[in-house]
């Protein structure tokens, strides 16, 4: 099937057909008809003269134009000019010339992936999916934190903020979903503050990540902070989002001043504004520290300091202290502000500590020798921490893969890696070409050594999370995989899938085998898709998507969290995680679309996919 034209081009070869078919006699007779009427320019002498000369011409032209090998049969049997000059060219109007789009335009069409009718039709699958699983959220569980698709029911297991609606709200703006911008939008509108005012505990990380990050998303997105793309009409105006994030994030800055050190306490009871630390005394090292893009943006758009100023303590303390080559242990204390334990790893409690390094030093303009500037350090020394202390090779077909150290870097290693490690390589992408694609950065000569290194680990990396989920009899990953090594193997822990090259590489232990419809391979997959253009990223994506939507879909609405990814058909769990509409379906919608739709040289990603601006200085 031929597709159709941009306009300009279709308006090109209109005007240029308009003039081809003119036959030499009619331009003659024209012409004479032309003369005819200026009868009295040629009664003076000069004049004559000038139509002598003009007559003579003419006659030499239609000589020269008739010569027998000068010209060529058209399609039509008509005769047209080959090499000679055309009578009509030199009489007739130049042709007018379409509308032309401006450079940039053109640009974002010819890259524009919607003008692919697949990608647009996939992109248009993850819409659908997204709808369904709101409507199953807003039928059975409305107002509540999570849906229960198997039980037809909501529960509260984020302290009862109507997590799913907030965590939701910007991934339906992006989308244009606008009925469902309207029914979350209302409902924030309506309950949010009432509720905030009311509630006992919530956790400081969640509350912040999911609902103060998906507020201020949203009040971005609908056209506050005088953004210019406003992405919706439809719900509140964006100054009711804004108030309820100042008075959520009010409540939540006693996690910093209840606590003796510029570590904040893991808790907060909402309605009395107060906080304490978890049960056993330990804040986890990611949760204290990935709470920094969202108090920075408030402080921004609020004109109030007081809550990046609290949050970049953490970050300024957390500098000061003793790392094992840049790499931290995953519990801190906030009664002494020392990080406990040896344990390292960049999955659960570790993860996003090194995402926000790098992420609010581009937050914050993404300059060296600026105020920040010991963020883009820090970072920089952790990768190369990880690359020489955590990355290995599988046997026999060698994946490579970020494993811990649960004794620090003087005991053994461990070969196991949290799904959850899979965000590293769209964070190890973006903080080499600064959100830049691969191409431009590499043309302008702007990739360090480390840069480049950090590169070649992302597409590896990018790998072995692809192959977690292909190896498994669902295609889709689980929660934890141990990669087999020359000191490490067990026997029988397969993934289900035979055909799968990676079988003996991954292992994968009994209780390690559900699947919560977690985010991260799908948000390196388009990260690594939007730095490096390369569409085998895409391709994974939709294979995993296919495979929720197979496997995860439940008849009666929304989607479930699985207890065994190993086998088909597979054990299921009841939850529809928040994150599934907040981060999983945002990320796949995003990598199958334009690349002009939050473009990662101007947007941040809190660690819940809720996109921030970059600050311009
Ligand atoms: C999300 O809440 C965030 O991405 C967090 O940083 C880690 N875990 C979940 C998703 O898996």
Redesign the pocket.
């Known amino acids: 099937m031929s597709k159709s034209l941009p306009y300009s081009v279709k308006d090109v070869n209109y005007d240029n057909a308009k003039f081809r078919h003119r036959s030499p006699l009619k331009v003659l007779s024209q012409s004479m008809l032309t003369l005819s009427t200026k009868r009295n320019y040629a009664s003076c002498s000069t004049g004559k003269f000038l139509m002598l000369i003009l007559i003579f011409g003419i006659g030499c032209l239609l000589l020269i134009s008739k010569g027998p090998n000068d010209s060529a049969p058209n399609e039509k049997g008509k005769v047209t000019f080959v090499g000679g000059l055309r009578l009509g060219k030199l009489l007739r109007k130049p042709p007018r010339l379409p509308p032309r789009l401006s450079p940039d335009e053109g640009q974002l069409r010819a890259n524009g992936s919607n003008s692919d009718p697949k990608w647009a039709a996939r992109q248009q699958s993850v819409k659908d999916a997204f709808d369904y699983a709101w409507s199953g959220y807003r039928k059975y569980a409305m107002g509540y934190d999570e849906l229960m698709p198997i039980s037809q029911r909501g529960v509260d297991g984020l302290g009862g903020l109507g997590a799913t609606v907030v965590d939701a709200l910007d991934t339906a703006m992006i989308m244009g979903h606008d009925h469902i911008v309207s029914e979350a939008g209302a409902w924030v509108e309506a309950h949010l503050l009432e509720r905030i005012s009311q509630k006992d505990q919530v956790n400081l990380f969640?509350t912040t990540?999911?609902v103060l990050g998906g507020l201020l998303s949203a009040y971005h997105l609908s056209g506050g902070d005088n953004s210019t793309m406003n992405m919706t009409h439809n719900g509140p105006k964006p100054a009711v989002y804004l108030n309820v994030a100042k008075d959520l994030a009010d409540r939540l800055l006693s996690a910093f001043s209840s606590s003796p050190t510029p570590v904040p306490y893991s808790d907060v009871i909402l309605r009395d504004s107060t906080a304490h630390p978890a049960p056993g005394g330990m804040s986890s090292t990611?949760e204290v520290a990935?709470v920094q893009l969202e108090f920075n943006y408030l402080s921004a758009v609020s004109g109030d300091p007081k809550y990046s100023t609290e949050a970049m303590k953490v970050l300024a303390h957390i500098k000061t202290l003793p790392k094992t080559e840049g790499l931290v242990p995953i519990y801190i204390s906030p009664q002494s502000g020392e990080f406990v334990g040896e344990n390292i790893r960049l999955g659960?409690r570790g993860?996003?500590y090194y995402?926000y390094l790098i992420k609010v030093w581009l937050q914050q303009g993404g300059k060296l020798n600026s105020n920040f500037t010991y963020l883009h350090d820090m970072y920089t020394v952790a990768m190369k921490g990880v690359r020489h202390l955590l990355v290995r090779k599988s046997i026999p077909k060698g994946l490579v893969f970020v494993g811990e150290l649960p004794y620090g870097s003087k005991g053994e290693f461990s070969p196991k890696m949290d799904?959850?490690v899979c965000?590293l390589p769209g964070t190890l992408a973006l903080g080499a070409t600064k959100g830049l694609t691969k191409e431009k950065a590499l043309a302008e000569n702007l990739l360090s050594f480390e840069d480049l290194e950090n590169l070649k680990l992302a597409e590896e990396l990018a790998k072995a999370c692809f192959e977690m989920y292909e190896v498994t009899a669902t295609g889709l990953a689980p929660e934890i995989a141990y990669f087999h090594t020359e000191e490490y193997s067990e026997d029988g822990l397969e993934g289900g899938n035979k055909s799968s090259m990676y079988a003996k590489d991954i292992i994968i232990h009994q209780a390690d085998r559900h699947n919560?419809l977690?985010?991260?391979t799908v948000?390196s997959l388009f990260v690594l898709y939007r730095l490096t253009k390369d569409t085998k990223y895409r391709d994974q994506g939709w294979q995993i998507f296919e495979a929720f939507e197979k496997y995860t879909k439940v008849k009666t609405g929304g989607y479930t969290s699985l207890d065994d990814v190993t086998e088909v058909p597979p054990l299921r769990r009841d939850k529809m995680?928040?994150?599934f509409l907040?981060?999983t379906l945002k990320y796949l919608y995003l990598l199958f679309g334009d690349d002009s739709v939050i473009p990662l040289d101007k947007f941040v990603f809190n660690?819940?996919?809720h996109p921030l601006p970059i600050k311009h200085t």
């Open positions: 969640e990540i999911r990611a990935s659960s993860d996003s995402e799904h959850l965000f919560l977690r985010p991260e948000e995680e928040t994150f907040g981060e660690t819940e996919a």
